[in-house]
C-alpha cells in the first residue's frame, strides 16, 4: 500500500524556519518525482516545488523562491521541505503528493502556523 | 502565470442529480487538465488527469472533457459520498495552478 506521512509541522514565529519530512512506503521511491502543495485554513491548494528521482531537477512557485528548499534521500525514502524566512502568510496544511504534474497519492499533510 | 478560473464556487445538489463544474485557462493547455476530489480534513483525491482520463479505481459517473482552454467535470448521478469540493489543475506550465475550487452541497 502506497503511503505518505508528513512531519515536522508546529507553531513557529514570523521569520523562523521548519524542516517539513514525508516518509514514504509501499512503492518504489526512486522511481518518482515528488511534489509539495499547501492549503491555508479555509483557502484552496497552492502547489509550491517538485524534485526530480534524482534531485537534480527542481523547481518552486515564486512566492516561496529563494525561501524553500525541496530536497530528498532516496536511501530514506524521505521528502523534505525546508522553510525558512516563515511570515504569517505561509500558515497552512503541507502535504506531499508523488508525482510531477499530477499527484496520485497524497500524504495527510502537516499544519505549520506562523504567529 | 496561468489563472485558472473554476465555476461555480459553490452549488446545492440532490443525490442523484447531474452536476457539472467548468474550468477555463488564462491560456491554451492543451489536454494537461487534473480534477481532484476533496473532503473536510482530507487530501485531495486524484479523479481525472488528461482532461478526460479516468484514475485507477475511480467510479465511471466521474467524467472530464475540454481542450486548451475550456474545460468541464461531470458527475452524472451524484452519490452522498460525492459532496466535497473539486479543483481542477493545469500542469502546461510551470506553475502548477489550481483552480478556486467548488464546493458541492447538499441541497
Known amino acids: 500500500e502506497v503511503q505518505l506521512v508528513e512531519s515536522g509541522g508546529g507553531l513557529v514565529q514570523p521569520g523562523g524556519s521548519l524542516r517539513l519530512s514525508c516518509a514514504a512506503s509501499?512503492?518504489?521511491?526512486?522511481?518518482?518525482?515528488l511534489s509539495w502543495v499547501r492549503q491555508a485554513p479555509g483557502r484552496g491548494l497552492e502547489w509550491l516545488a517538485y524534485i526530480k528521482q534524482d534531485g537534480t531537477e527542481k523547481d518552486y512557485v515564486d512566492s516561496v523562491k529563494g525561501r524553500f528548499t525541496i530536497s530528498r534521500d532516496n536511501a530514506k525514502n524521505s521528502l523534505y521541505l525546508q522553510l525558512n524566512s516563515l511570515t504569517v502568510e505561509d500558515t497552512a496544511v503541507y502535504y506531499c503528493a508523488r508525482g510531477r504534474w499530477r499527484g496520485n497519492f497524497w500524504g495527510q499533510g502537516t499544519l505549520v502556523t506562523v504567529s | 502565470d496561468i489563472q485558472m478560473t473554476q465555476s461555480p464556487s459553490s452549488l446545492s445538489a440532490s443525490v442523484g442529480d447531474r452536476v457539472t463544474i467548468t474550468c477555463q485557462a488564462s491560456q491554451d493547455i492543451n489536454k494537461y487538465l487534473n480534477w481532484y476530489q476533496q473532503k473536510p480534513g482530507k487530501a485531495p483525491k486524484l479523479l481525472i488527469y488528461?482532461?478526460?482520463d479516468l484514475e485507477t479505481g475511480v467510479p465511471s459517473r466521474f467524467t472530464g472533457s475540454g481542450f486548451g482552454t475550456n474545460f468541464s467535470f461531470t458527475i452524472t448521478a451524484l452519490q452522498p459520498e460525492d459532496f466535497a469540493t473539486y479543483y481542477c489543475?493545469?500542469?502546461?506550465?510551470?506553475?502548477?495552478?489550481f483552480g478556486g475550487g467548488t464546493r458541492v452541497e447538499i441541497k
Open positions: 488528461d482532461a478526460s
Open positions: 509501499g512503492f518504489r521511491f526512486s522511481n518518482f518525482w
Open positions: 489543475q493545469q500542469y502546461e506550465d510551470v506553475p502548477l495552478t
